[in-house]
């Protein structure tokens, strides 16, 4: 009987870590800089989507984690998406609203928006722009995300 149960032990485990991977969500997301460029003076480290998928009718939070030398001490966050190809939106907000300037060295941009609950659920592509006050582009990267099929809004 103890035989039995070391040698099926190795299988349990891994079907407890299969699960355990596939029941935890998955937060970090790929990015890549915009035409394969990658000298920019801000280096995007990482991307957080919460919740992903993103939920239609309720709050998105996009937090990207960078890098920069060069103190930010103002600017633009520019923001435009894609579905299926097409541009459907875009967006201009002050960047000192999106994180804390002056910025240097690590730093999060932090931005939430709500979707409205009649947005059709399946894959989106981001493309987010940062520019300096005197016009430079500071990074641009691009990356996907997706807004899943149920809604957390009653239908009317």
């Known amino acids: 009987m103890d035989s039995i149960l070391i040698k099926s032990l190795p299988r349990f485990l891994i079907a407890a870590a299969v699960v355990l991977l ?7 997301k790929d990015v890549a800089y915009c ?7 801000v280096k995007v480290k990482g991307l957080d989507i919460n919740p992903d998928p993103v939920e239609r009718g309720k709050a998105a939070t996009f ?5 920069t030398e060069e ?8 923001i435009e ?13 002050d960047l000192c609203t999106e994180t804390t300037c002056p910025a240097s060295g690590d730093f999060v941009l932090e931005h ?4 409205p609950g009649y947005t059709p659920p399946g894959n989106y592509w981001l ?9 430079k582009q500071l990074t641009c990267i691009n990356f996907g ?9 009653a239908a009317d």
């Open 22 to 28: 596939l029941a935890s969500p998955i937060v970090a």
């Open 35 to 41: 035409s394969g460029r990658d000298n920019y003076a």
């Open 63 to 67: 937090s990207i984690s960078a890098t």
């Open 71 to 78: 103190p930010i001490t103002g600017g633009k966050l520019l």
């Open 81 to 93: 998406v894609s579905y299926f190809g097409i541009h459907i939106h875009s967006e201009t907000h």
């Open 112 to 115: 939430s928006q709500s979707l």
């Open 127 to 135: 493309t987010m722009k940062m520019i300096s006050p005197q016009g």
């Open 145 to 153: 995300f997706s807004i899943g099929f149920a809604s957390s809004v």
